[in-house]
């Protein structure tokens, strides 16, 4: 139990935390070897909780998760710091929201499947 740093040549990315029973276990930020970063709620080595990552190509995800997954309240972010996608993740897969343009505009709000527009929704067309 307590605060502390993990580096090790062999790691896949840096841990600087809470530890729980020798797991990454309570809020932390781990930076991974490809320049990925996750800052936020873990649970026994893995994303769970509240956390946002940002990747190296500085688009985010920030919410909620599960299991190392994407799951409950999100928002994705394209580099351009607009919100690409607000809604509901499932084990990582989008169930419902609304997708917008790098420009802000809504394009499509409704219900998704294997992360396409899938059953009832809207369509936003610009004229």
Known sequence: HG???FNASCSQA?????????????EGILTFIN????EGELKEG??????????????????EWVKGM??????MFY???KVQFDGI?????????????????????GDWRNNKAHGKGKHYFNT
Do not use: C, M, R
């Open 89 to 109: 993740w499932n084990e990582g897969e989008i169930t419902f929201g609304k997708f917008k343009t790098p420009e802000g505009q809504v394009v499509y709000e």
């Open 3 to 5: 605060f502390g740093t």
């Open 46 to 63: 893995i994303a769970n909780g509240v956390g946002i990552l940002t990747t190296v190509s500085q688009s985010k995800y920030e919410g």
């Open 35 to 38: 320049g990925d970063k996750y």
């Open 14 to 26: 840096e841990y600087q935390g809470e530890w729980k029973n020798g797991l990454f276990h309570g």
């Open 70 to 75: 994407y799951h409950g309240k999100g928002k």
């Open 79 to 81: 580099q351009n710091g």
